[in-house]
Antibody, heavy 122, light 107 residues
């Protein structure tokens, strides 16, 4: 069964950092891009960036450049999203999603993780 | 940056046809994908490349596009189709863009 399983909810204070993990199973981890998507409470979907699990290359949305770091550990089939200098309005649900095959054209997100709630509060 | 415009809400009676639009400049030249998100759940891909259905998605879901508008059509709407629907495209600026989402209410 192809799935992405994310780490559990996090509560952080303003200024702190957080790491969200996304473990892939049921397919070859290095064969597909992994994307990260943010959803603020009651709001829509916002693409944050993607990582090529084969090379480790990343592209971040302009809005998130310099704030997010995407990495991966191919030995355990897991992608990571690091968020730095958290603010209260970074409180949101963060999803990972599987994109297209590598190499290949940008493709739809066909598998999604269950989401990780990050709450930033003093 | 590229903008996709969706109506905030669409209402339809059970058994009728719902049409959800997604407007964008020259969207007809782009590949459009559609996602369904029910409360408390992750998004689910329902249409890719503007008209293809993933395995397991009912034939009642279909997609189309014209020069500046893509449309998700849901035929014979059921109560279980009530959800928020998002369109998505890949923009030439190397970013993925989502529409703001349309909440489908089944009356």
């Amino acid at each position: 069964q192809v799935q992405l399983v994310q780490s559990g909810a996090e509560v952080k204070k303003p200024g702190a950092s957080v790491r969200v993990s996304c473990k892939a199973s049921g397919y070859t981890f290095t064969a597909y891009y992994i994307h990260w998507v943010r959803q603020a409470p009651g709001q829509g979907l916002e693409w944050m960036g993607w990582i090529n699990p084969t090379s480790g290359d990343t592209i971040s949305a302009q809005k998130f450049q310099g704030w997010v770091t995407m990495t991966r550990d191919t030995s355990i089939g897991t992608a990571y999203l690091d968020l730095n200098r958290l603010k209260s309005d970074d409180s949101a649900l963060y999803y990972c999603a599987r994109g297209g095959m590598i190499p290949g054209a940008p493709d739809a997100f066909d598998i999604w993780g269950q989401g990780t709630v990050v709450t930033v509060s003093s | 940056s590229y903008v996709l415009t969706q109506p905030p809400s669409v209402s339809v009676a059970p058994g009728k046809t719902a049409r959800i639009t997604c407007g964008g400049n020259d969207i007809g030249t782009k590949s459009v994908h559609w996602y369904q998100q029910k409360p408390g759940q992750a998004p689910l891909l329902v249409i890719y490349y503007h008209s293809d259905r993933p395995s397991g998605i009912p034939e009642r879901f279909s997609g189309s596009k014209s020069a500046n508008t893509a449309t998700l059509t849901i035929s014979r709407v059921e109560a279980g189709d009530e959800a928020t629907y998002y369109c998505q495209v890949w923009d030439s600026s190397s970013e993925w863009v989502f529409g703001g989402g349309t909440k489908l209410t089944v009356l």
